[in-house]
């Protein structure tokens, strides 16, 4: 097992394992992953489980389980642990949500877990990993059986000011928790309300403003690396991924229609 990420509350590693076997155990965690190939079986809550690959899996805090190849070809898999406390911050339930089914094709929770699995080392601050662990956050409660809880009332008049003062730091690395503290609203209601009144989360806001930089920078004829530094990306092909992903064409093809 290997590594990838960790930080408080939050540990991200990928496994393969040809015939080991884990014995009965617990984690203080939640364990939430994704198996990339074979057969991943084991035991929890009494009931033999099967994960195969694209399956996603959701572990809970304190529960007996083991681990075992389910064929002869061994198993891999990414999974992140996250700390009840990590969990329940993001969480709108007001309580920690509970899963039955430990293994999942869910689109829904697919996609929060894989999100999740994606994370690179970042910081706390981060507004990556505040979005996907809000998106884990309501993957868990829309698959528990506990209510969902009202979405807390939307103050449209302070999502636009952080709109606005979001627009005015890019290019800059805009530290969430800094907007936290000026704001009064944490970063998990802030990732999922930006959502619902503005159609895009915070960290795609602040993508697609870069990307009005870089247009304009490529109109007033600047080279394409230079104008992709300028806007806060790392690199040029960092730049050329979300561009075409934005505008389905390359900055390179944009140019040549556009001048």
Excluded at 84 to 106: E, M, N, T, W, Y
Excluded at 107 to 121: F, H, Q, S, T
Excluded at 122 to 151: N, T, V
């Amino acid at each position: 097992m290997r590594t990838e990420a960790a930080q408080a509350g939050f540990e991200l590693a990928a496994a393969r394992f040809a015939d080991h076997q884990f014995s009965p155990h617990r984690h203080d965690t939640y364990a939430v992953g994704c198996t990339l190939g074979g057969v991943q079986s084991f035991r929890y809550r009494g009931a033999g489980r099967h994960a195969l690959a694209g399956d996603v899996f959701v572990l809970h805090p304190d529960e007996l389980h083991d681990g075992r190849p389910g064929t002869d070809a061994g198993y891999s898999y990414r999974i992140a642990y996250l700390s009840p406390a990590l969990i329940l911050a993001a969480s709108d339930l007001g309580r920690l949500p509970f899963v039955p089914a430990p293994v999942s094709r869910h689109p829904v929770l697919v996609r929060a877990i894989r999100g999740v699995l994606a994370l690179g080392p970042g910081e706390e601050d981060d507004l990556a990993h505040a979005e996907a662990l809000a998106a884990l956050a309501d993957a868990l409660a829309l698959m528990s059986d506990a209510p969902r809880r009202r979405l807390s009332r939307v103050d449209v008049a302070k999502l636009h000011r952080i709109r606005d003062q979001i627009a005015d730091l890019v290019p800059h690395r805009v530290a969430i928790g800094a907007l936290e503290r000026e704001h009064g609203i944490d970063r998990f209601t802030l990732a999922r309300q930006f959502r619902v009144l503005f159609g895009v989360s915070p960290r795609r806001f602040i993508t697609l403003r870069r990307l009005d930089l870089v247009a304009s920078a490529i109109g007033r004829g600047s080279r394409l690396a230079d104008a992709a530094l300028a806007a806060g990306f790392t690199d040029q092909s960092h730049m050329t991924r979300a561009f075409r992903d934005a505008f389905g064409t390359s900055p390179g093809e944009w140019r040549r229609l556009h001048l």
